[in-house]
């Protein structure tokens, strides 16, 4: 098929560039003032030359630390913000022109941004989205039922938004942004403030989703369970550059330096000695657990084995949520 | 929608409504004031004029100031303008809409206004019965809504470059200069001759005072003709430098806290 190669392609990102402008006051009344007529100007550089593609369908985490240049991304992906330099396509759109049948066709949700209307009910909006972005009756009516079933919200459409609970409201803003099926969906936190058992609701919910209609999904989140749970390929990202992109698997190979030797002694001789071979994680006779850098992990297992009398030995990986904590701290370097 | 989301802000509906009467009472009394004890023209008005004047401008107001789209400004600032580009809809056509169902609700009320206004003073008010200075009346406020409404967004748009300024740039322009200009406070033909014919140059008198004066008749059809055309071409201008600014503001825009 002819087609294939260029349809399958949802989003091409290539070396693009964003800068901001800021000003940069000093505190107080002078600072102000002095600001008002000799304004100091600050670039920032958001995004230094980021490229990546993704393929029609694909649910994928960005993740780095606060100011990495995700939400940033996602702004500039979704037509909000004006790009420096490089090269962008969302479904064979620019989106900075900001078409109506690209429109059409995305989404993007931010935990803490509101589109709802504060004195009406959701419904109001519902009504509205209806109308701007030209959904024929009958579909409207299939995809409120379906998105307020599944989110558990039919009961509170009527309610004005302002008496919502977090939880509700976030899942009325979910449905408000998602009556009209967009093809490429962008949440930025769409877990953030919410309980455990509405996180679970969400991540269900954005899975089957996913799974349902192909839609193509680019999610950040600051919360493990997201990311381990739904994404199966991250970028990682940090002071506006692609760190790692690839399975959420080859993210603790490409970036743990240790692994993990966790052993279960049959006595507990010379057990002071034991950190001569690794960092100790955990010693609580009889278990051990050190780590050790890759690269001697051989040496540090046979040293382990004639020197205490190990019953049983493992090596392990480190977990995946401590690859992702640096990775939130701006630990990780290229 | 528009009409609804209005309605859910009743008191503030009524509280701004009871401040136009009171702006309009201060008007009718003054203007009685200085007419009381004489007889004849003052500044080239009638008493029956002037106050068919602050009667008209009632109407007037509620059909070119009453917008919506003073809440663009603030709307750039707090990055809420997020929300509405995001959306398939063309940014000038929403607000014109949100607008047009914010003034025919104005509109309404203005009648009310007058109509109790008119019971309670018992003033005599002059009604234009002529359909050509009718008609050109009514071609005169769409002109005037019309640049109102780019130099409203023109002003709005001061925050793309300078946030904290949502307020500032639109009050000066707003309230100082086009309520003291427009003909909104007072006719601005009392203005000595020379600066009144300034004044005719800008697009200010075209907001107010020109549609007052083609309702009352007191145009020549040449100066009806005039006055459309001039308020027109600013139209035009005005409309022409606000798409400009918002391209570019669109280009800087950050979408902060969003």
């Known amino acids: ?69 995700k939400t940033t991304t996602l702004k500039t992906l979704s037509g909000l913000l004006y790009p420096t330099s490089g090269f962008i396509e969302v479904l064979e759109h620019d989106p900075w022109e900001r078409k109506p049948e690209f429109l059409k066709q995305i989404s993007l949700v931010m935990g803490q941004k509101n589109q709802l209307w504060w004195d009406l009910p959701a419904i109001e909006t519902f009504e509205l989205n209806k109308a701007i972005y030209e959904i024929p009756t009958r579909e409207y009516e299939e995809n409120l039922n379906e998105l307020t079933t599944l989110l558990e919200i039919k009961k509170y459409v009527n309610t004005p938004v302002r008496k919502l609970s977090l939880g509700q409201r976030m899942r009325m803003e979910l449905t ?26 969400m991540r269900d919910f954005i899975y089957e989703y996913n799974r349902k209609y192909r839609a193509t ?118 | 929608m528009s009409i609804v989301q209005e309605f859910t802000y009743r008191l503030n509906f009524i509280m701004w409504k009871v401040r136009n009467i009171i702006q309009i009472l201060v008007f009718f009394f ?26 008209v401008l009632i109407v007037v107001r509620a059909v070119v100031f009453s917008v919506r789209s003073n809440d663009m400004a603030g709307q750039i600032s707090n990055g809420e303008l997020t929300n509405l580009l995001l959306k398939p809809v063309n940014y000038f056509k929403y607000w014109i809409t949100r607008d047009a169902a914010y003034k025919i609700l104005n509109i309404i009320f203005g009648f009310i206004e007058v109509g109790g206004l008119i019971l309670i003073l018992k003033p005599n008010i002059f009604f234009q019965s002529n359909p050509v200075y009718f008609l050109t009346f009514i071609l005169s406020l769409i002109v005037s809504m019309f640049i109102y409404f780019n130099i409203l967004a023109m002003t709005s748009f001061v925050p793309f470059w300078v946030p904290e300024l949502a307020w500032g740039a639109q009050f000066l322009v707003i309230a100082v200069i086009v309520e003291f200009l427009s003909g909104a406070s007072f006719p601005i033909d009392i203005f000595p001759k020379s600066i009144y014919q300034i004044l005719m140059l800008t697009p200010f008198p075209y907001l107010i005072f020109a549609p007052i004066k083609i309702y009352l008749g007191s145009f020549s059809y040449l100066e009806v003709f005039r006055s459309l055309s001039i308020g027109a071409i600013w139209g035009v201008i005005l409309w022409s430098i606000s798409k400009t600014v918002w391209k570019k503001g669109l280009k800087v825009y950050e979408g902060v806290g969003r």
């Not at chain 1, 009398?309 to 701006?330: C, M, N, S």
């Not at chain 2, 003054?30 to 009667?55: C, H, K, M, P």
């Open chain 1, 1 to 69: 098929m002819l087609y294939t190669t260029a349809m399958d392609k949802a989003i091409i990102v290539d070396h693009l560039v964003k800068n901001f402008e800021v000003t940069v006051k000093e505190p107080g009344l002078t600072g102000a003032i002095k600001s008002l007529f000799s304004p100091k100007k600050k670039q920032i550089h958001a995004l230094r030359g980021v490229s990546f593609t993704i393929q029609t369908g694909e649910l994928i985490g960005f993740i780095g630390p606060n100011g990495a240049g």
């Open chain 1, 217 to 334: 999904i680019i999610l950040t989140s600051h919360n493990m369970d997201d990311l381990v749970n739904l994404a199966r390929r991250v970028v990682v990202i940090d002071e506006g550059k692609i760190l790692f992109d690839g399975a959420l698997e080859d993210l603790t190979s490409r970036f743990a330096k240790e692994k993990i030797i966790r052993a279960t002694l049959s006595s507990n001789d010379n057990i002071a000695e034991i950190d001569k071979i690794g960092k100790i994680k955990k010693l609580a006779f009889p278990e051990v657990v050190i780590s050790v850098p890759r690269s001697t992990i051989a040496v540090a297992a046979s040293e382990l084995l004639q020197n205490f009398a190990v019953d049983d030995l493992t090596i392990e990986e480190v977990p995946i949520e401590d690859i992702i904590r640096r990775v939130f701290k701006g630990e990780l370097k290229k």
């Open chain 1, 176 to 201: 408000a942004s998602l009556l009209h099926k967009p093809k490429v969906l962008f949440l930025d936190e769409p877990t953030i403030g919410l309980d455990l058992v509405a996180q679970q609701k």
């Open chain 2, 30 to 55: 003054l203007w009685d004031a200085v007419f009381s004890g004489r007889n004849g023209q003052i500044f080239g008005y009638t008493r029956e004029q002037i106050f068919t004047y602050a009667f």
